[in-house]
């Protein structure tokens, strides 16, 4: 089946460590996406990519580190310069000439 | 600023009601306008909308654009409880990186 697929499901981080997100899509999709959710706001862009070794800084790119090494690929590192990073990570990907994007199912990242 | 504005933030309604729910929106080089619906994980694509004027209907759910006003709204009649749920709307832009601005949201609860 084409989708989007997001591990972990949830994510327990300890002060001062690095956290890996992965995200993986199989629907050929060119561009891909990484959005924060905090409980009652709107989706921010994180970083995104529209092809392959190339990706651009959203608006809340501090703290975060991605690489797009793959087209099916989209890891999103949360690292230990993030000093807020309990939220919900939702990355989306889609064609480049159709705006709609399509989702993964999410990863819950919480500290310890 | 680009910005998309979603209005009510959230509604309380009785089961069979119809609801009405709100986008407007100032950005550069819109493209088109996408309406998602969000439960307790990713976002689903609802609808996409580019021009003015065309309702675009699934079910209970119908929605319609208006250009020249730079408004969306979503209409869900005769709602169940499986109808709440957070709605984002989200307007993609021409020429823009492949990025979407996202509202708030509007949080919707439907009691039985």
């Known amino acids: 089946d084409g989708g989007i697929t997001q591990s972990p499901k949830y994510l327990f981080r300890k002060e001062g460590q690095n956290v890996t997100l992965s995200c993986e899509q199989n629907?050929?999709?060119?561009?891909m996406y990484w959005y924060r959710q905090d409980p009652g706001q709107g989706l921010r862009l994180i970083y995104y990519s529209q092809i392959v070794n190339d990706f651009q800084k959203g608006d809340i790119a501090e703290g975060y580190s991605v690489s797009r090494e793959k087209k099916e690929s989209f890891p999103l590192t949360v690292t230990s310069a993030q000093k807020n990073p309990t939220a919900f990570y939702l990355c989306?990907?889609?064609?480049?000439?159709?705006?709609?994007?399509?989702f993964g199912p999410g990863t819950r990242l919480l500290v310890l | 600023e680009d910005k998309v504005v979603q209005s009510p933030l959230s509604l309380v309604v009785h089961e069979g009601d119809t609801v009405t729910l709100n986008c407007s929106y100032e950005?550069?080089?819109?493209?088109?306008l996408l309406w998602y619906k969000q439960e307790k994980k990713a976002p689903t694509f609802l609808f996409m909308l580019t021009s003015s004027g065309i309702e675009k209907k699934s079910g209970r759910l119908s929605s319609i654009l208006d250009k020249k006003e730079l408004f969306s709204i979503l209409n869900i009649t005769a709602t169940q409880t499986g109808d709440s749920a957070v709605y984002l709307c989200?307007?993609?832009?021409?020429?823009?990186?492949?990025?979407?601005?996202f509202g708030k949201g509007t949080r919707l609860h439907i009691l039985p």
């Open positions: 989200a307007v993609d832009q021409l020429n823009r990186d492949d990025k979407i601005i």
């Open positions: 989306a990907s889609s064609p480049r000439t159709v705006g709609a994007q399509y």
């Open positions: 950005v550069t080089n819109f493209r088109s």
């Open positions: 629907l050929n999709h060119d561009a």
